[in-house]
């Protein structure tokens, strides 16, 4: 229930950001017509407040939180985020190999053939597909 | 209006033995290109579309059909066996396919979505075939006022997906409008919310969106989850009873009233421009859960829900044609891009199509029907295949589906930028399902919220800022009964049924 | 990219013996970005392009979509790029204008941040009706909509509505401009009787031949080819106008002999067979290039144009 109420505190403090500070700062203010840039933007934020304070004061619903695969999430989404940093400056073909070999070793895959087929095989296939036949560029 | 010679002629090219094999071509590469995680038969027909400059008309219109159709299908395929869908239609497949698969029936589940893909395609094909002429003309009735109502219809469908949590669902159902949002405003054409990034004009790129909230989040979450021994990512067991692998003609023949209804609602929905498969799957899935004798049953692994998303979603396909042919109006994305393969070999869509290119239109029509049937048959050899990759140790299938994600998005996207955005969205979408909220539902008012922010921008203009002036628009005002009815229905009526009959069942459990 | 791109190069320096132009050549493949979605008809037309001047040029082209307020992320991209001739971008002018004169102060680029090469084409953009409204000309819509309480006229860009708010602030003819997303929704509006007038770029030319529609004025500066007996706005009393242009142009700062090899590369290429051909087909009308310097023209005067339209 916890969660539920955090989940929903938060929900009005967007709401409440979204209303008064960004919306007003990244819209543009025109002077005509029965709908403005800024009209359904701001219902929203007007239903994030409230459904938000009916989440916390009733919260319902189930949560699945786990602290374990949350971290474990987290660092997938971190390798990721590296490997697509690394990927706009050095090339996609140089920086997916290593991508997937760290994805594989990390959830404990030992095996050489199938480390094999991830790390070669795959960036490879995708490679040759979409550079030489579809005329396509990547990273 | 159109003489039986020029029919005769066009179904003859069409059976043509290269037009045949550009047909086939089509279906097997838009069924490959859609079975890959991250990609679907948009993007494949957008690569597809330079290639076919070179082609004759007829054979590069039946490829791009080909890769449509067979995209269509192939879609569904990563869906069901990692649950990875990559567009809101497929996420309802998703919904009642993947729990299938996870009990062992992958196989029944591709061959159930492939028969009933086909049939809501044939069905609709049909009508466009013998009926498009006058479905054209009462589409064109529909102005924005009657889709805006319609719009707000298709949102009172999400009443039917909502869990246990009302004020959740609503939620993140305001959480995909207010992402809808993002970039130029309809109505004046301002940038909004785009915080100085000039890829946000456009708004939120769809697909990067759809991919990662519905597919690259549960890639992380099952690489999370990967323990100490890696299994297949699917295991269909040795002893399975063949009749786990098949779709029985009596197992067929129960869905026929949800494949009916399922492609009755995909051709309406696709006949009328601008609504799209997304509204069409979920009204399908949502009425076929509610109608059902069994509502609970749904979502964990109920054959009648997969079999009600296909035919619907397949079924807009062909009727997106109707007003692309009769009148010349593209109903979806994939209309639109026909129209600039019908543009660049010097045919212009529009009312004198028919009378001007008789023969290609029947060609196309024979093509599209070839395209059924193809989709079929190599579909069956296609499932196959991928119910063999998929016995891959899951350490390899989900690192491959997240490299092809990241590829798919980018070469959709046109760069990095889009990637970026699928890597924000999955990140939301795991903690959004880790707290228990519906990213389907998010993701459905986020495709719906552009269409509906337009239309209602549209009506306060023809309606002069009076409500109650849509008294004068009879279809829309019974629209909108209808919405509320339908919220009334699957939001309260239906799931305190299911719960009636649940305590019934709990407190004498004869 | 970038293995493709030095193993091209290399291929590319070895088998160039003999270079078309002699004056300039590229030292790697030429990046042509395109500022929107792939499978459109602005993609489309740039690849046709791209082809044709690879295969008379020799030179490497890679197509490369940069979708994103109809071009401004792809010029954003392009201002900053090495002036080596290399990386080109090709987009419409309309959206590129209208953005600089509303929020010039928040784009990272200005016209002079680009040296201009060629104009592909320029969009057919008219105001239309049916065939059985009661006007044939702008007096007669404006007479008809302050008679109607407000004729309902459907837009599919910005400064289309512009225009038409002009025209309305000049007479006081009481508008309502329904905003639409293409010109095939404004036609299918206008087709179901939802408005009464509509502007279309090119989508509407079969429905004129078809007896369904007509045309009111043309909203460019000149007449069109294919109806030109229709006089423009201009011409109807109203000194305003829309030209949409297709356009490409490259970093500003491109050595003077660069700049004159891709001009005339680029303008042998859009003139040729199967580009001509694709441009007809996808925008009605011929091909027509500028120039370099008639480019750069069109976009000084356009801003001018433009920020009449916006009344600044």
């Known amino acids: 229930m916890l969660l539920n109420r955090l989940s929903g505190a938060f929900v009005v403090t967007l709401g409440l950001l979204l209303y008064f500070m960004i919306i007003p700062m990244h819209t543009e203010v025109v002077d005509y017509g029965w709908m403005r840039p800024q009209s359904i933007p701001n219902a929203c934020a007007i239903l994030f407040v409230f459904l938000g304070i009916v989440q916390v004061l009733f919260p319902t619903g189930a949560t699945s939180v786990g602290f374990f695969e949350l971290l474990r999430v987290s660092l997938f989404a971190i390798v990721t985020m590296a490997a697509l940093w690394a990927m706009a400056r050095y090339g996609f073909l140089a920086i997916t190999p290593i991508f997937v070999g760290a994805l594989m070793l990390l959830v404990g895959e030992r095996r050489i053939g199938w480390l094999l087929g991830g790390v070669v095989v795959l960036p490879l296939t995708i490679w040759l597909t979409v550079v030489l036949l579809l005329d396509r560029t990547l990273p | ?510 | ?312």
């Open chain 3, 1 to 312: 990219m970038k293995l493709k791109g030095l193993f091209l190069g290399l291929i590319t320096w070895l088998l160039l013996s003999v270079p078309a132009f002699a004056d300039w050549t590229p030292s790697g493949p030429i990046t042509l970005q395109i500022g929107f979605d792939a499978g459109g008809e602005t993609d489309t037309l740039g690849r046709v392009i791209a082809k044709e001047m690879e295969s008379q040029t020799g030179w490497d082209i890679v197509v490369e979509n940069k979708p994103g307020g109809g071009g401004i992320a792809m010029f954003t991209g392009i201002a900053v790029a090495k002036p080596d001739g290399q990386t080109l971008g090709m987009g419409v002018n309309m959206p590129i204008l209208v953005n600089l004169v509303l929020r010039g102060d928040k784009l990272p680029f200005n016209l002079e941040s680009f040296d201009y090469l060629a104009t592909v084409a320029r969009a057919q953009v008219a105001i239309i009706a049916k065939s059985d409204a009661p006007f044939d000309d702008l007096a007669g819509l404006i007479e008809y909509s302050k008679s109607n309480d407000g004729a309902l006229v459907a837009f599919d860009a910005k400064p289309q509505e512009l225009l038409m708010k002009y025209v309305d602030g000049e007479t006081g003819a009481g508008f309502k401009l329904v905003s639409t997303k293409s010109s095939a929704e404004a036609i299918q509006n206008l087709l179901g009787d939802h408005v009464i007038a509509s502007f279309a770029a090119g989508a509407h030319i079969p429905y004129i031949e078809s007896g369904d529609v007509k045309m009111i004025a043309s909203a460019n500066a000149s007449r069109h080819g294919y109806a030109p007996d229709t006089p423009t706005v201009v011409e109807q009393g109203y000194e305003i106008y829309v030209d949409p242009y297709f356009f490409i142009a490259a970093p500003a700062g491109l050595p003077a002999e660069t700049k004159d090899t891709l001009a005339k590369a680029l303008h042998n290429a859009i003139t040729s067979d199967a580009p001509k051909k694709a441009i007809v087909n996808a925008l009605k009308t011929d091909p027509s290039d500028l120039g370099p310097d008639g480019t750069q023209k069109m976009l000084t005067e356009g801003v001018g144009n433009v920020k009449k339209l916006f009344g600044k």
């Open chain 2, 1 to 510: 209006m159109v003489d039986v010679t020029t029919i005769l002629a066009g179904l003859g090219d069409a059976l043509s033995l290269t037009n045949l094999l550009f047909v086939i071509g089509g279906v097997a590469l838009g069924q490959f290109i859609g079975a890959l995680p991250g990609t679907g038969p948009v993007m494949a027909m957008a690569v597809a579309i330079p290639f076919t400059f070179v082609l004759d008309p007829l054979a590069a219109i039946s490829f791009l059909v080909g890769v449509n159709k067979g995209g269509l299908f192939g879609g569904a395929i990563p869906a069901i066996l990692i649950n990875t869908p990559g567009t809101p239609d497929a996420a309802a497949t998703a919904l009642d396919g993947h729990p299938l698969a996870k009990k062992g029936k992958p196989v029944k589940a591709m061959k159930m979505a492939l028969f009933s893909s086909v049939t809501g395609d044939t069905f609709s094909d049909i009508v466009l075939i013998t009926l498009s002429a006058p479905l054209a003309i009462i589409a064109l009735q529909m102005g924005p006022v009657e889709i805006f109502a319609l719009m707000i219809f298709a949102f009172s469908i999400i009443a039917g997906l909502i869990g246990d949590s009302i004020t959740k669902a609503l939620i993140a159902a305001v959480l995909g409008l207010f992402c809808a949002m993002v970039g130029l405003d309809p109505e004046h054409g301002t940038p909004r919310l785009y915080f100085g990034y000039f890829e946000l004009f456009d708004g939120l790129p769809l697909t990067a969106v759809a991919i990662g909230m519905l597919a690259v989040a549960e890639i992380f979450r099952r690489l999370a989850n990967i323990g100490k021994s890696i299994l297949p990512t699917i295991e269909i067991p040795d002893t399975q009873d063949a009749w786990d692998k098949r779709v029985s003609l009596a197992e067929y023949w129960a869905c026929r009233y949800v494949m009916a209804r399922g492609a009755i609602i995909g051709t309406v929905l696709g006949a009328i421009p601008g609504i799209g498969s997304t509204a069409a799957a979920f009204m399908s899935y949502a009425s076929t859960k509610q109608t059902s004798k069994d509502p609970d049953s749904f979502g964990k692994g109920n054959i009648q829900g997969v079999a009600a998303t296909e035919a619907a979603n397949s079924a807009v396909v062909g009727a997106n044609l109707i007003p692309l042919l009769a009148i010349g109006i593209p109903g979806s994305i994939t209309a639109a891009l026909l129209i600039s393969a019908f543009k660049i070999h010097g045919i212009q869509p529009g009312p004198l199509l028919f009378e001007q290119q008789g023969r290609l239109i029947y060609g196309l029509f024979g093509a599209m029907l070839m395209a059924n049937l193809m989709n079929l048959l190599i579909g069956q050899a296609s499932l196959r295949l991928w119910a063999r990759i998929i016995s891959a140790p899951e350490s390899l299938v989900f690192s491959a589906a997240l490299v092809l994600c990241i590829t798919g998005v980018y070469a959709s996207t046109g760069g990095m930028f889009g990637v970026a955005v699928m890597l924000v969205f999955a990140i939301l979408g795991y903690v959004m399902t880790s707290f228990g909220y519906s990213v389907v539902i998010f993701i459905i008012a986020f495709f719906l919220g552009n269409k509906l922010e337009l239309s209602l921008s549209q009506t306060l203009v023809i309606l002069n800022g009076d409500p109650l002036a849509i008294i004068n628009f009879p279809v829309a005002l019974a629209l909108l009964l209808l919405s509320i009815f339908s919220i009334v229905w699957l939001g309260y009526l239906a799931p305190r049924r299911a719960r009636k009959r649940a305590d019934a069942y709990n407190n004498n459990p004869e």
